[in-house]
């Protein structure tokens, strides 16, 4: 039975990828979905992310102001390690890109979607080509 789910699965993230390529409002809508998804799943989340963002908040507001070469220096390094790669995101250089390429490869509703997008340009090309 779960062959048959994951091929469903694959379906209809297939059409959602293709729906999201017929134009701005469409996109607008599957992001919205996508959203509205996420909220419901995570909405007992927000409160402590919530909290988060304001200590993170009130810690460079000081920072700036007690310490500002810090505070650039802080903020570089954050910014260069975010350049350079995943290294110091995960175990070792490119685990994380490592994931999300099997991610893409073994979840059907990533690979469905990913499909999708690409039938759907690709449709799209042909027929202002026509």
Do not use: H
């Not at 505070?71 to 685990?95: N, R």
């Amino acid at each position: 039975m779960r062959p048959m789910v994951a091929i469903a699965e694959f379906e209809v993230q297939m059409i959602i990828g293709i729906l999201s390529t017929t134009g701005w409002s469409a996109f607008a809508l599957v992001v919205g979905a996508d959203a509205l998804s996420f909220s419901v799943q995570n909405k007992d989340n927000f409160k402590k992310w919530s909290e988060i963002t304001k200590a993170c908040l009130s810690t460079r507001k000081d920072l700036k102001k007690y310490a500002p070469t810090l505070y650039d220096k802080l903020v570089y390094s954050a910014l260069l390690m975010a350049w350079e790669g995943t290294v110091y995101a995960g175990g070792k250089k490119g685990e994380i890109s490592d994931t999300l390429a099997e991610k893409a490869l073994t979840d059907p509703n990533v690979a469905g979607r990913g499909v999708g997008i690409i039938v759907g340009k690709l449709g799209a090309s042909a027929l202002t080509a026509c």
